[in-house]
């Protein structure tokens, strides 16, 4: 995996949105896969501050939400689809029928499932999915002992995501049991992988995903096993790597590497 430490979560988000926009100016009808929480917002007013100021263009573009709670409306403010909406689609010309999100009001999820892994192949796979990591270490809502195989499925969320996830909500007893996400092998399947982090609390999930075992424990891991897997993190997600020095070795002979 590549890992690159920037002093800050500014910094890290700058560095994310060069990533995506690369894509973007290689491939205009790029399939993007997009992550909610806290950690991608910046990359997110990164994305439309090029779009408005440089005209990076979304207009062919498609893109892929990686999970969803299961029970909230779109209107929800909670919802995945009501942050996505608020915090990218409404400020950037990507087309609506562009916009996949898993649905937490249908009433069939094996169906729907199914039918979101099938969109997602249609379009031609994913060219370049965003990350976060939980603080256990898991990845969209893939919790501890998730198959690394796993499709878009429903899951229970663990008690520590619960708890995480309180805040953006008024008590812990709000917050969803279920989500339906996409699976780790679904996630897998993408041509790049892109994961952020920011901030001490992730320091432990970040140093077990790139250098611990690779384990159904922490689903972030399987990054490892992808050959366009790349991390950015700042400083203080990056404060418990054993190999610190050695990435920002890598980073420094970077320009002169043959
Ligand atoms: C949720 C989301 C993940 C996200 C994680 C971390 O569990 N399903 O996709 O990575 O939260 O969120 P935050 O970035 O707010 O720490």
Same mark, same amino acid.
């Given at each position: 995996?590549?890992?690159?430490?920037?002093?800050?979560?500014?910094?890290?988000?700058?560095?994310?949105?060069?990533?995506?926009?690369?894509?973007?100016?290689?491939?205009?009808? !790029?399939?993007?896969?997009?992550?909610?929480?806290?950690?991608?917002?910046?990359?997110?007013?990164?994305?439309?501050?090029?779009? =408005?100021?440089?005209?990076?263009?979304?207009?062919?573009?498609?893109?892929?939400?990686?999970?969803?709670?299961?029970?909230?409306?779109?209107?929800?403010?909670?919802?995945?689809?009501?942050?996505?909406?608020?915090?990218?689609?409404?400020?950037?010309?990507?087309?609506?029928?562009?916009?996949?999100?898993?649905?937490?009001?249908?009433?069939?999820?094996?169906?729907?499932?199914?039918?979101?892994?099938?969109?997602?192949?249609?379009?031609?796979?994913?060219?370049?999915?965003?990350?976060?990591?939980?603080?256990?270490?898991?990845?969209?809502?893939?919790?501890?002992?998730?198959?690394?195989?796993?499709?878009?499925?429903? =899951?229970?969320?663990? =008690?520590?995501?619960?708890?995480?996830?309180?805040?953006?909500? $008024?008590?812990?007893?709000?917050?969803?049991?279920?989500?339906?996400?996409?699976?780790?092998?679904?996630?897998?399947?993408?041509?790049?992988?892109?994961?952020?982090?920011?901030?001490?609390? =992730?320091?432990?999930?970040?140093?077990? !995903?790139?250098?611990?075992?690779?384990?159904?424990?922490?689903?972030?891991?399987?990054?490892?096993?992808?050959?366009? !897997?790349?991390?950015?993190? $700042?400083?203080?997600? !990056?404060?418990?790597?054993?190999?610190?020095?050695?990435?920002?070795?890598?980073?420094?002979?970077?320009?002169?590497?043959?």
């Amino acid at each position: 995996m590549e890992i690159i430490v920037r002093d800050n979560a500014d910094q890290m988000s700058r560095s994310a949105a060069t990533v995506v926009a690369r894509v973007l100016n290689s491939k205009p009808n !790029a399939v993007l896969g997009l992550a909610t929480g806290s950690t991608p917002l910046g990359l997110y007013k990164e994305l439309i501050r090029m779009h =408005k100021d440089e005209g990076l263009d979304f207009s062919q573009v498609t893109t892929f939400n990686l999970d969803e709670y299961v029970g909230l409306t779109k209107k929800h403010p909670q919802s995945y689809h009501y942050f996505m909406h608020e915090n990218l689609f409404k400020h950037i010309n990507i087309p609506t029928q562009n916009i996949y999100i898993p649905s937490g009001t249908t009433d069939n999820y094996e169906a729907f499932c199914e039918w979101y892994e099938d969109q997602i192949e249609r379009c031609g796979g994913i060219d370049l999915q965003i990350l976060g990591i939980g603080s256990d270490g898991h990845i969209a809502f893939n919790e501890p002992t998730s198959s690394l195989g796993s499709r878009t499925r429903i =899951k229970t969320l663990a =008690k520590q995501t619960i708890d995480d996830n309180a805040r953006f909500f $008024d008590s812990a007893e709000e917050v969803p049991i279920y989500a339906i996400t996409m699976g780790v092998g679904t996630i897998l399947e993408a041509r790049k992988l892109l994961l952020l982090a920011n901030g001490r609390a =992730k320091a432990a999930a970040v140093a077990a !995903a790139v250098e611990g075992p690779v384990t159904s424990m922490i689903t972030a891991s399987a990054l490892q096993l992808h050959h366009e !897997a790349m991390a950015i993190v $700042d400083r203080e997600a !990056a404060s418990s790597l054993r190999m610190l020095e050695y990435y920002e070795w890598i980073q420094a002979k970077m320009p002169d590497a043959p």
